[in-house]
């Protein structure tokens, strides 16, 4: 079974551009949370969904950032416009829907921008 | 909102020593308390957790301990080793009524000496 799956590892986006950050939950998960950890910072909570609804975007930026989880493929994180300041780790974690156990994070998408 | 206080930022400890990390949290309503540990480079993993049910809970060389009514949890790391130098994120929730969104703190980078 396999972890939870976050791809690319590492990405760098020039000023201006689009990021697309995907991630796979564990088979079975139908909860997936979006959280940005910025250099030598704490985890900081983003968005949380289930398939085809965003449940809770309290931690989402107003703007430039959306998210979704499709019926069908993985949860997609978008940030348009990418500045400077969104270089971080985004890290993802999957749940099943009545679980009784912490949920387990993805690998991360390193996010660059130059 | 909850808001999750940590301490200490940093801690060094000498190889075979104990260590001891405190959290402090505001929300009454939470009631599970995670603990991650995060290496450099590497997504946080879940190393133990407590539910307000529960004032202690024990897995080998770590446990952790529960004060509702003072609102604060700590992490004890006995024996420490140098495999233990990480950086640890205590957190807490209201489980399953908002879906588990995790309010994290902001680190405990534990350095084991040898």
């Known amino acids: 079974n396999a972890g939870v799956m976050q791809n690319p590892r590492h990405l760098v986006r020039r000023r201006g551009q689009e990021a697309r950050l995907r991630c796979s939950p564990m088979k079975g998960h139908s909860h997936v949370y979006w959280y940005r950890q910025l250099p030598e910072e704490g985890l900081k909570f983003m968005v949380y969904?289930?398939?085809?609804?965003?449940?809770?975007e309290s931690g989402m930026p107003k703007e430039r950032f959306s998210a979704e989880f499709p019926k069908e493929g993985p949860s997609i994180l978008r940030i348009q416009q990418v500045v400077r300041g969104d270089s971080a780790a985004y890290f993802c974690?999957?749940?099943?829907?009545?679980?009784?156990?912490?949920?387990?994070f993805g690998s991360g998408t390193r996010l660059t921008v130059v | 909102g909850e808001n999750v206080e940590q301490h200490p930022s940093t801690l060094s400890v000498q190889e075979g020593d104990s260590a001891v990390i405190k959290c402090t949290y505001s929300d009454s309503a939470s009631n599970y308390f995670p603990w991650y540990k995060q290496e450099l480079g590497k997504r946080p993993q879940l190393i133990i957790d407590i539910r307000s049910n529960v004032g202690e809970k024990k897995d080998q060389r770590i446990a952790v301990t529960l004060n509702k009514t003072a609102k604060h949890f700590s992490l004890h790391i006995t024996e420490t080793q140098p495999e233990d130098s990480a950086v640890y994120f205590c957190a807490a929730s209201r489980w399953a009524e908002y879906g588990n969104k995790l309010v994290f703190g902001a680190g405990t980078i534990l350095r084991v000496k040898s």
């Open positions: 969904l289930q398939k085809e609804n965003i449940i809770d």
């Open positions: 974690a999957s749940s099943p829907i009545d679980s009784n156990y912490g949920y387990t």
